[in-house]
Structures are given as C-alpha cells and as structure tokens.
C-alpha cells in the first residue's frame, strides 16, 4: 500500500485538529468545557446509579399490574395457563395409547 497525496493530507490535516484541539482545551474557554463534561457525566453516573436501584422494584410492580390486568381482562386465563402448565408439566411420566399399542410384527 503506497502513500499517496491524499493520505498525505489527512495525516496532516488530522495531527492540525489535534494540536488546535489541544490548545483550546488547554484555554480558560476549553477548562470550562471540560467541568461542564465532567459534572454532566457525574449526573449521569448518579442518574443511572439510581435507576439500577430501582430496577427490581419496576419489575415488580410491571409483574403485579399485568398480572392484574390478565386477571380483570381475562378471567379464564389463570385456569388456563393451570391447565396447560399441568399438561406439559404433570404428563411427563404419563403414556400415550400409541406408546402402550404394540405395533404388529411384519414377519409373522
């Protein structure tokens, strides 16, 4: 890969947006800059800090008030879900009629 004009160029012009980056950073108008991101990105830290915190009791709350809501809209569904989750649940041990029919033996 051979360096060309135009990658000369963007070299050049990159390292000036640092040094001219650099120096303003290095200004009174630059360090304000800076505190302003500074205490901006601690609220922000404390602002999430708290939300994790809050984050069971959400939950909790989402699952008490769908939980509600099935019930009040959906009378039949409690019932329902019973019946399905025993179905799968509670008829693992059981057999079917096809499992307990032998099969006829196609020699004899």
């Known amino acids: 890969m051979s360096v060309n004009g135009k990658h000369l160029a963007t ?27 500074k205490t901006k990105a601690n609220n922000l830290k404390s602002e999430a800090e708290g939300t994790i915190d809050k984050v069971p009791e959400y939950f909790e709350e989402l699952k008490a008030k769908g939980a509600d809501t ?4 959906f009378p039949d569904a409690e019932a329902f879900f019973k019946d ?4 799968f649940v509670g008829g693992k041990g059981a057999t079917t009629d096809a499992e307990v029919t032998p099969t006829p033996d196609p020699i004899s």
């Open 70 to 73: 099935l019930k009040s809209n």
């Open 11 to 37: 070299f050049i012009l990159g390292a000036a947006a640092g040094v001219a980056a650099h120096k303003y950073l290095q200004s009174e108008e630059g360090g304000k800059l800076l505190e302003d991101l």
């Open 84 to 87: 399905l989750y025993e179905k």
